[in-house]
């Protein structure tokens, strides 16, 4: 089936250019744009900034070049730590970090961020509603990062982070057990949740009210309702 570019053109123009001008229907088309490039503005300039980055780095003039070759070092990398040679080297490597004063302080920080998220001892992956005051209904997403606070005399608590909307922030606050309540859903979903504000993240019946319905007052005492 052929396509008639000349009517999809014209059919683009109508769309594109209205017959008549509405303020109210100009502010909603800029807002709907709005939305539709952001997204894809801010995706297209990250990407771009870290392939300059990384190809900056590496002195490489060819832009992605250096980016191909750091994920190809790191697949390589990777492919090479259950290598026993290659496991010493790096234990001697660590070695050396771990007891230089500010370099062990770099090192480790890094390297637990890192394993909080990716390593085989995650941390972000038990995410839980808590109660943020006994007896209160106000409550807050966050997710365990130790279960054993021994070393504070805290046997019967737990520690908890709590990430910021917007923000490569967060707390990390301590709550009695009895205030946390595990959740039963994807860390990475409860994350996105979170980090959005309560934009992205899970799915759900969109179309139920979330208030609900206020109930009615009563009516006037010298009302003929009430007199009834």
Do not use: C
Request: hydrophobic content about 50%.
């Amino acid at each position: 089936m052929s396509v008639d570019w000349r009517e999809v053109v014209k059919s683009l123009k109508e769309e594109a250019i209205p017959r008549r001008w509405d303020m109210n229907e100009l502010v909603r088309n800029f807002f709907e744009g709005l939305f539709v490039l952001v997204p894809v503005v801010v995706t297209v300039y990250v990407v771009f900034f870290v392939f300059t980055a990384i190809d900056g780095m590496l002195n490489i003039p060819i832009p992605g070049v250096g980016f191909v070759l750091t994920l190809i070092m790191l697949v390589i990398a990777g492919r090479l730590a259950s290598n026993v040679f290659f496991r010493g080297a790096l234990g001697s490597m660590e070695k050396l970090f771990t007891r230089t004063p500010f370099i062990k302080l770099v090192y480790t920080s890094i390297k637990d961020l890192i394993e909080a998220f990716m390593g085989e001892k995650k941390r972000f992956d038990q995410p839980v509603l808590v109660t943020l005051m006994p007896g209160s209904h106000t409550k807050a997403i966050g997710f365990v990062t130790r279960k054993n606070l021994e070393m504070f005399n805290l046997a019967d608590h737990v520690a908890v982070y709590f990430p910021q909307s917007y923000n490569f922030a967060g707390n990390l606050l301590v709550f009695p057990r009895d205030q946390v309540q595990a959740l039963s859903a994807e860390s990475s979903e409860v994350m996105a949740f979170v980090v959005s504000g309560g934009v992205s993240g899970p799915a759900g019946n969109e179309t139920d009210s979330l208030m609900a319905e206020p109930p009615a007052l009563p009516p006037p005492a010298d009302s003929p309702v009430s007199q009834s």
